[in-house]
């Protein structure tokens, strides 16, 4: 049997106001994503791309269409519920980490675990363990500005797995990363799924993170134009970075 779905996205659409002037930044997007399946969105800058990603989140609501993410229908979520969602259900990574600068990458990781509501034993132990996971166990008390760009992002992706969300969502997740460093994080998040059956849905210009999707959708003026199987996002791995016109 196929794997469950895992996000449903369908006849998504937002608008947003320029003045007077009513902005498509989506124009009816359907997408399905099971659970295992690592799914890049690409496309121009100013695509929808990041609304998208902000939609399924529940950061933002759309106009239009439904978005079901592990059986739950988000339009049906009132704020408390939608906050809820957040931290429970997805993960995000973000271009620049958005970790807190003041604390350790442990007590970075320990955040969700808190406001979930895990008493301190228990998440002290979730996040090292986490940690471990992600090959920071030598950096457990260190802060951010202590770390490089790579472990700083891979602390994110261990603060993403935090809740066992649903899905983890990338904004340009290698956005300022080294090629050597985006590749070692596509290394992890592709252990992460064969061992765990985590979901990605992961925003990027990068033909390193294309390589390693196992399908990509192309996106362009809110809608989707194309779908990249892996076969052709695979021959990107070896292209120069910030080639990407070939996808689009
Ligand atoms: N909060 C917002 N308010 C007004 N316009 C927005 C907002 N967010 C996005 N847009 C517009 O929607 C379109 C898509 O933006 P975005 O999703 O950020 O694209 P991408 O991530 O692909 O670069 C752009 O025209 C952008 O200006
Ligand atoms: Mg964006």
Known sequence: MSDPLMVEVRGLAREYRHGDFPVAALNGVDLAVRRSE??????????????LLNMIGGIDRPSRG???????????????????YRLKKVGFIFQFYNLIPTLS????????LSLAGMDKRKRIERARSLLERVGLEA???H?????????QQRVSVARALSNDPAVILGDEPTGDLDSKSAEALMELIVSLRDEQKTTFVLVTHDPIVVARCDRSL???????????????????????????????
């Open 218 to 248: 192309s996106l362009r003026d809110g809608r989707v134009v194309r779908e990249i199987p892996k076969g052709e996002g695979s021959r990107f791995a070896d292209s120069q970075r910030a080639t990407m016109d070939g996808l689009y």
């Open 143 to 151: 802060t951010p500005d202590q770390l490089s760009g790579g472990e």
């Open 105 to 112: 990458a442990l007590e970075n990781v320990e955040l969700p």
């Open 38 to 51: 690592i799914v890049g969105v690409v496309g121009p800058s100013g695509s929808g791309k990041s609304t």
């Open 66 to 84: 439904s978005i079901v993410v592990d059986g739950i229908e988000l339009g049906r979520l009132d704020e408390r519920r939608l906050a809820e």
């Open 139 to 141: 950096r457990l008390d």
